[in-house]
């Protein structure tokens, strides 16, 4: 077994002994393999390079108790690919090749699944990146899809633990641009932002939408959700919105299990006093409370800033419990991986 201190882990890169690299070829992708190289040899002239060609995923392989490893909702994160795959001119990547690539790194990397009840996951990281020699702006010739993996604690230090978030002047994508896709572009957009929240001690940066500046749309890298005093779970519809498969996972276990009703709809930033709880949600946070929002000279509290509500911590534990395997989860949710 490898030497982590698990309970020590941040989300950081680690280099594992593999990853799995396939090709597109002439029209067809190959079967792809396992690899210890981590490095990626490309043309100079690969449009993932100069014109952002390219598009990733992130998810997670979970510990259970009795050893085996849950990978949670899979063929989510390859339907969502494939969305942005389409936006970007891309070939898609078949939902097999992509499960394979998945599973055969997860095994691969076997010892680097950190031990149930230790608070840490494998992160996954899918990859496809046009190349090829080229210096039109026109789409790739080849393509590489690439899956690596590594062990990661908490993505915001503190886990379950409030904090706070700083409405941003900068639009982090346009109405009818890549938003709704996972593309490197809407990334490098944010840095600036949130380095600006970060240097102001604030957790990271809520983006309104580009059109009005009203309405919240995103928290950071994450998606925003309101919980409303009469039993309401709350998050932003909009276009230019990434459609995160925690969210709307959320979503059905708000309905189905907390009997809560489920609305997707505007959230004006003018609006915060409706909510009682706030949170963010994604693949890497999973769930973070939200303590406070400053907007201009505006503080707005929600719950508290010191301890998460309790609607937000059953969410939390129900969500938590199904990626690990304590909690039945709804039909289709979870693939097992035999070790």
Known sequence: MVDIKWEELGFSYMKTPYRFIARWQDGAWDEGTL????????????????????CF????AYRRKDGKIN??????NSQRMNRSARRLLMPMVPEALFLKG???????NEEYVPPYGSGATLYIRPLLIGVGDNIGVHPATEYIFLVFCMPVGAYFKGGLTPTNFIVSEYDRAAPKGTGADKVGGNYAAS?????????RHFS?????DPETHTKIEEVGSANFFGITADNQFV??????ILPSITKYSLLQLA??????????????INGLDRFVEAGACGTAAAISPIGGIQNGEDFHVFYSETEVGPVTQRLYDELIGIQFGDIQAPEGWIQVIEV
Do not use: W
């Open 204 to 208: 990271d940066c809520i983006y309104l």
């Open 191 to 199: 840095l600036m932002p949130g380095k600006l929240a970060h240097d």
């Open 255 to 268: 309905s189905e299990r907390l009997n809560m009703e489920v609305v997707e709809g505007d959230c004006p």
């Open 102 to 108: 998945i599973k055969e790194t997860v095994k691969a």
């Open 71 to 76: 990978l949670f909702r899979p063929d989510q």
């Open 57 to 60: 995923e992130g998810l997670k």
């Open 235 to 240: 998050t932003p519809k909009s276009p230019s």
């Open 35 to 54: 690899t210890e190289d981590n490095q990626l040899h490309i043309s100079e002239g690969s449009p993932a390079l100069h014109y952002g060609q390219q």
